[in-house]
């Protein structure tokens, strides 16, 4: 069985690449979880972050938004003490401003409507042939990341916007020989 070459053979890695990533999400919190994964995961390896995932779910309160964007210092401090999680301060900070954005954006238009429309609802399917051919951004997440900052996001940068949107399923990035790609693609 042919899967995408970066998800190695690590059993969790397998796991999250046949059921997880590319599979269109919708839920609004779902979707701030993984944004704000992909934040954390800047400079590491996306493996680093799903084995800490766990601790991240417990330091982070389940990711509510509502209860993230009202800590403060204690709560970063806490934070950057938990060696369960990337302890990264401008993340961590960066993260309490998001959650005061998510609650901006979800009062305005709900946070699932704001990404999805940028895909017109439905997402974008790729047929790349190998990952070589996959980019690391594009326009479109460059003007996602654009539209987050503007809402006062920090750590979306145009590379892990596209991350996001291939994880999320905004885009079927599956290359078109994994046993994944068509699957998903029905689910468009």
């Given at each position: 069985m042919e899967r995408c070459g970066w998800c190695?053979?690590?059993?969790?890695?397998?796991?999250?690449?046949?059921?997880?990533?590319?599979?269109?999400?919708?839920?609004?919190?779902?979707?701030?979880?993984?944004?704000?994964?992909?934040?954390?995961?800047?400079?590491?390896?996306?493996?680093?972050?799903?084995?800490?995932?766990?601790?991240?779910?417990?330091?982070?309160?389940?990711?509510?938004?509502?209860?993230?964007?009202?800590?403060?210092?204690?709560?970063?401090?806490r934070l950057l003490a938990d060696p369960g999680i990337v302890r990264h301060r401008g993340k961590i900070e960066a993260i309490i401003g998001n959650a005061q954005g998510w609650l901006r954006i979800a009062e305005a238009e709900g946070f699932d409507a704001f990404l999805w429309r940028h895909v017109d609802g439905r997402p974008l399917q790729n047929r790349f042939a190998s990952l070589s051919d996959v980019p690391a951004q594009t326009a479109l997440s460059q003007r996602i990341s654009k539209d987050l900052a503007k809402a006062g996001f920090r750590f979306v940068g145009p590379t892990i916007v596209y991350a996001f949107m291939q994880a999320v399923g905004m885009v079927n990035d599956h290359i078109v020989t994994c046993h994944c790609h068509d699957r998903i693609a029905a689910l468009a």
């Open positions: 190695g053979s690590d059993p969790l890695y397998v796991a999250y690449h046949d059921q997880e990533w590319g599979v269109p999400e919708r839920d609004p919190r779902a979707l701030w979880e993984k944004l704000v994964l992909d934040g954390f995961q800047a400079g590491l390896s996306w493996i680093t972050i799903l084995k800490k995932r766990e601790a991240f779910r417990a330091a982070f309160r389940g990711f509510d938004p509502q209860i993230i964007a009202g800590w403060g210092e204690p709560d970063v401090a």
